[in-house]
């Protein structure tokens, strides 16, 4: 049975994305035993950096999930509309007896908990904060930053959603800072000498602390630690570092909720890489890194999208998927968004169009979110 899986941050009050929600989209029929062994499959790429609520759309946890051995850092989401079912408190009980953390979604005001059960936390609707939670209130189906600051004003301690993509307003051109590191990566991209490149970076110090903390991350995996950029020109060549360039330009805004911002631009970069690799030219999946990467450009930067890239002279078929949502890249751009909506449907027909498998799609999006965490973007 086709289980894909999509994702949603969870946010503090202070927009740092401290959680990662996947949830399991079961089709009919399919069933929980289905779905445990969907989870299990992806253990060998599971993100172990951070908390995970594991939700199931649509139905509540089963005794078939008990076949899965749950991951330390995750968490399972109760339905609220589900407590007063026998079947989802001994399955809850079973989890707790195993040691399994639970988080309790689609709290309300008057939602009665039984007895005995412990959350860590409680997602809920605004409503929510006028009752009694029993674990820290996370706020859920809020659509902008306005919403999201109303209810840490109102008593949550942050946010489930896709909320802190909307309601930036963009301005009218690139700030210096942004500028630089655009010149820098026009310089590698062409191919500049290094003494040029080197001296362009000199001008920031930060850009090159920066460069060579990615370069050196877990994430690359090098065998040798890169002294230097000329280093790094000998060891990657400037193919390889023009995609490292790439990360200082999408991590370069100042904004409270870029680290945000930031995880999901490279988690969308990464994945793209991934499912990539096998359907385009080896030689381009670093171009669809980039187009993952600056997918989010606008709303780092603050400028309109066309702005971002004019001075940057892309490749057109990174510049097509960006701005008009056509050309080469596009359906991969669509297929990682699709992992951030919600709508199941779409994202298995966005799979089904560039024949990847739903088993394919959930491990690429796993190995993405590990990669985003390994870089240590706050």
């Not at 195993?98 to 689609?106: D, I, K, P, Q, Y």
């Not at 306005?146 to 209810?151: L, N």
């Amino acid at each position: 049975m086709n289980i894909f899986i999509t994702r949603q941050p969870v946010l503090n009050r202070n927009k740092a994305i401290t959680a990662t929600r996947l949830l399991l989209h079961v089709p009919d029929g399919a069933g929980m035993a289905n779905a445990a062994a969907a989870l299990q499959a992806l253990a060998e790429h599971w993100p172990g950096e951070r908390t995970v609520f594991v939700g199931f759309v649509g139905s509540a946890p089963g005794a078939d999930l008990l076949a899965w051995q749950v991951p330390q850092n995750a968490m399972i989401e109760i339905p609220a509309a589900s407590l007063a079912q026998p079947a989802t408190r001994e399955v809850m009980h079973k989890l707790a007896q195993a040691g399994v953390s639970l988080c309790l979604t689609g709290y309300g005001a008057a939602t009665a908990v039984p007895a005995g059960f412990e959350f860590r936390f409680v997602l809920g609707d605004a409503s929510a904060v006028k009752g009694n939670p029993p674990g820290l209130l996370i706020a859920q189906g809020i659509e902008d930053n306005a919403q999201f600051d109303a209810c840490v004003k109102a008593g949550f301690g942050g946010a489930a959603g896709w909320f802190f993509l909307r309601g930036a307003t963009p301005a009218k051109k690139l700030n210096p800072g942004h500028a630089q590191i655009v010149r820098v990566l026009n310089l590698v991209r062409h191919n500049a000498e290094l003494r040029d490149i080197e001296a362009a970076l000199k001008q920031d110090v930060a850009l090159s602390f920066k460069l060579l903390r990615y370069i050196n991350s877990a994430a690359f995996g090098l065998p040798v630690e890169i002294q230097s950029f000329r280093h790094a020109v000998t060891i990657l060549g400037y193919d390889k570092l023009n995609r490292w360039l790439s990360l200082l330009l999408v991590t370069a805004s100042k904004d409270p909720a870029a680290p945000a911002l930031m995880q999901t631009a490279i988690v969308r970069a990464r994945f793209m890489e991934l499912v990539g690799q096998g359907y385009i030219d080896k030689s381009e999946t670093d171009n669809l890194f980039i187009t993952g990467a600056f997918s989010l450009l606008d709303t780092l930067l603050g400028v309109p999208m066309e702005t971002a890239l004019e001075e940057m002279r892309l490749p057109e078929p990174i510049n097509d998927a960006l701005i008009a949502r056509q050309g080469a890249y596009a359906p991969f751009l669509d297929l990682a968004l699709a992992c951030e909506r919600g709508d199941a449907a779409e994202l298995a027909a966005r799979a089904e169009a560039l024949q990847i498998t739903a088993d394919a799609v959930n491990r690429a999006h796993l190995k993405a979110l590990a990669f985003a965490d390994s870089l240590q973007l706050s």
